[in-house]
């Protein structure tokens, strides 16, 4: 069990980062309640590594730290997902599988680079560290939960992910309180008003898509994942400033 568990984590790794840690694809969609762990690992891992930008005083460069570790992937969808959100009814499918990025996907992503190139920006490094560990863990936490509650809308990365998923997978919500409850132990407030945005963020974006496409697709997911993260490293650059 323990290295079945090892290597979901490094296929997790592998998948949603630019490491290449191997392990088996198969073993992560069959044990999917790991994704709060292994954000917590990718967010500890970015911090580790964008350690010296900061004893430097280039924070802002973080930015290009945390998009090399995650990859843009995510991102990608943040910007297809954006597409399709500002386009009319009878085009927001189309939008979503157009490979061309549109207005809307500049605007989505240039926002998201310009927040948190600034927010990294005026943090100190344990306030980067904490908000890019939570954010990770919620971030995937959040994907999971559109994964484990909506169905996908076609044939794709998502169905390779919910062809699997089990009630057991719902245990994820006590590892990520867990890593919660720990990080609670450096700031309380922070800690709890990002779980509230996480959540207020998680019922708005799953009730969106449900009742506009009745279900999901990897461009939804992946922009969850930025919206969640990026909504947690405001909290706390704004309650730590």
């Not at 005026?122 to 890019?132: E, H, P, V, W």
């Not at 407030?189 to 996480?198: G, K």
Request: net charge positive; aromatic share 12%.
């Amino acid at each position: 069990m323990g290295r079945v568990v090892v290597d979901a984590l490094r296929a997790g790794l592998s998948f949603f980062t630019t490491l290449r840690m191997g392990g088996d694809f198969e073993n992560l969609t069959n044990n999917l309640y790991l994704m709060p762990v292994i954000g917590a690992i990718i967010g500890v891992f970015a911090g580790v590594v964008g350690y010296p930008l900061f004893m430097l005083n280039l924070a802002m460069l973080a930015f290009i730290v945390y998009v090399g570790i995650e990859g843009i992937n995510h991102i990608d969808g943040l910007a297809d997902f954006f597409d399709s959100l500002f386009a009319p009814p009878e085009k927001k499918i189309k939008a979503l599988k157009d490979l061309n990025i549109g207005t809307g996907g500049v605007i989505a992503v240039t926002s998201y680079a310009v927040f948190l190139i600034a927010l990294f920006g005026q943090m100190d490094f344990k306030t980067y560290l904490l908000s890019m560990i939570l954010g990770q863990i919620l971030a995937k936490q959040g994907m999971l939960h559109l994964m484990l509650s909506e169905k996908p809308l076609w044939e794709g990365m998502v169905s390779e992910f919910t062809r699997n998923r089990k009630r057991r997978d719902w245990i994820s919500y006590v590892l990520t309180l867990f890593f919660s409850g720990l990080m609670m132990l450096f700031d309380p407030l922070s800690v709890v008003v990002s779980l509230a945005v996480y959540a207020v963020l998680l019922v708005l974006f799953r009730g969106y898509v449900r009742g506009r496409y009745g279900g999901i697709n990897g461009d939804m997911v992946g922009a969850l994942n930025c919206l969640i993260f990026l909504a947690v490293v405001i909290v706390w650059a704004l309650l730590r400033s």
